[in-house]
Nanobody
Framework: QVQLVESGGGLVQAGGSLRLSCAAS????????MGWYRQAPGKLRELVATITGGGMTNFADSVKGRFTISRENAKNMVYLQMNSLKPEDTALYYC??????????????WGQGTQVTVTQ
């Protein structure tokens, strides 16, 4: 059974930082591609960042230079470090298993989300 549990969200002032964590279980984490997505009220869910099992990363243009994604395979954890936060970063942030292996199809495994609210 695949389980993704996010944590680390909260309320922060603009310019501040937060670190989101996602604990994964039920998968061979070291070869899985992982991602962070977000959904603001009234908007579609959007990609924030992804990281492959090999450590290659990809970011949405809106967060490049401010957010970093990393993983700790020994602990089955993926992180999203968010710096220089802006009010427009306010959203529910979700952890996602992109692919269970490099050649696998995209999965539908999502966490329950963690709320990030950025105030002026």
């Amino acid at each position: 059974q695949v389980q993704l549990v996010e944590s680390g969200g909260g309320l922060v002032q603009a310019g501040g930082s937060l670190r989101l964590s996602c604990a994964a279980s039920g998968i061979l984490f070291s070869i899985a591609d992982m991602g962070w997505y977000r959904q603001a009220p009234g908007k579609l869910r959007e990609l924030v960042a992804t990281i492959t099992g090999g450590g290659m990363t990809n970011f949405a243009d809106s967060v490049k230079g401010r957010f970093t994604i990393s993983r700790e395979n020994a602990k089955n954890m993926v992180y999203l470090q968010m710096n220089s936060l802006k009010p427009e970063d306010t959203a529910l942030y979700y952890c996602h298993v992109e692919r269970l292996c490099p050649t696998c199809v995209e999965t539908d495994y999502w966490g329950q989300g963690t709320q990030v609210t950025v105030t002026q």
